[in-house]
């Protein structure tokens, strides 16, 4: 079983997650200190902004290749690049599309808009599925428990957990259903500089909730392997 923090922002100048290499390489040794064998970095792209997906492409894989230099003889995580997309009606359209994908997967993860849903969010999901994106949901504990039921039913996409999923026995049971029927298929810090106690919350998962942590763990580890898990 690997463990993988599949929601992180760790590459340097990419978007708000880090501002250095110097804090990058920081939050690689918090990973590492807890036991994480892969980080998916999954810098932010917004669509609505006016940058392509090839120049962010671009500026990600630079920043990539700045961090990798700085830890070349040091003991951390895999580094796998991927992108945290926010949907918007059209995505489907984009140019480069595919270059969003996690690094050797048809995944992509995708933010959710904080204002409602509505038919076209939902008609460009359903493009996405159609195109052979498999799409998995970020962070859903962020949003009002009703309307993630309402969209993984009418999606049956897969989902991603923050440690707030975990935050005490009570949350934990509004999620532990989405675990146990394998809507789950990742767990992620969703780090943003080197904050120790961030890291400590995602941690923390694997003493309190070891059974969820470990099954989800073996998902997550075929997908980046590339396995249909959808």
Known sequence: MLITDFHSHILPG???????????VKQLSLMH???????????????TESISVSEYIRLRDAAAGKL???????????II???????????????DLEKLLISGTDYMLLELPDVSWNGMIFQT????????????????????????????????????????????????R???????DGTVVA??????MAKKGSYKKFAS????????FECVMRRTEKIIAGANML
């Open 205 to 212: 998962i694997s003493a309190k909730y070891r059974d969820d």
């Open 14 to 24: 990419v978007d708000h997650g880090s501002d250095s290499v110097e804090t990058s």
């Open 125 to 172: 999901l359903k493009a996405l599925g159609k195109m052979g994106i498999r799409v998995i949901f970020a962070h859903i504990d962020r949003y009002p428990p009703e309307l993630v039921k309402d969209i993984l039913i009418i999606t049956k996409f897969k989902a991603q957990l923050n440690p707030g999923a975990f935050s005490s026995r009570s949350v934990h």
């Open 68 to 78: 990798l230099d700085a830890v070349a003889d040091k003991n951390r995580p895999r």
């Open 81 to 95: 690049l991927a992108s945290e997309v926010l949907v918007c009606p059209g995505l489907e359209n984009l140019p």
């Open 33 to 47: 200190s807890f036991g994480t064998e892969v980080a998916v970095a999954t810098s932010h792209y917004y669509p």
């Open 174 to 180: 509004r999620y532990s259903g989405y675990i146990d």
């Open 187 to 192: 767990l992620g810090s969703d780090l943003h």
